[in-house]
Nanobody, 121 residues
């Protein structure tokens, strides 16, 4: 069984930074894909960034967000800089067995509980 535990959300002002962390336990390995999704009220859950065979960023966060992994700690991070009010959402860590990064949530077997990020203007 795989468990994902997120931390690091909060309330910040526009232009500030946050770093989200997601620690994985169980059968997730460095070769497996891990990703960050987000879901704003009334919107679909969308892929923000993914790390596997390739690294993916949504156009809306390119140049501002960075996904990284510490394989020794089985942890994936999302460094979010220059935050905007439109980044406000619940952010979810996701993982799948296999290295391909998919943009659809249905390809991911494991999910964290979500962490709220709120950016005020």
């Amino acid at each position: 069984q795989v468990q994902l535990v997120e931390s690091g959300g909060g309330l910040v002002q526009a232009g500030e930074s946050l770093r989200l962390s997601c620690e994985a336990s169980g059968r997730i390995f460095s070769r497996d894909a891990m990703a960050w999704f987000r879901q704003a009220p009334g919107k679909e859950r969308e892929l923000v960034a993914g790390s596997g065979y390739t690294t993916y960023y949504a156009d809306s966060v390119k140049g501002r967000f960075t996904i990284s992994r510490d394989n020794a700690k089985n942890t994936v991070y999302l460094q979010m800089n220059s935050l905007k009010p439109e980044d406000t959402a619940v952010y979810y860590c996701a993982a799948r067995q296999g290295g391909a990064v998919y943009s659809t949530r249905y390809q991911y077997n494991y999910w964290g509980q979500g962490t709220q990020v709120t950016v005020s203007s």
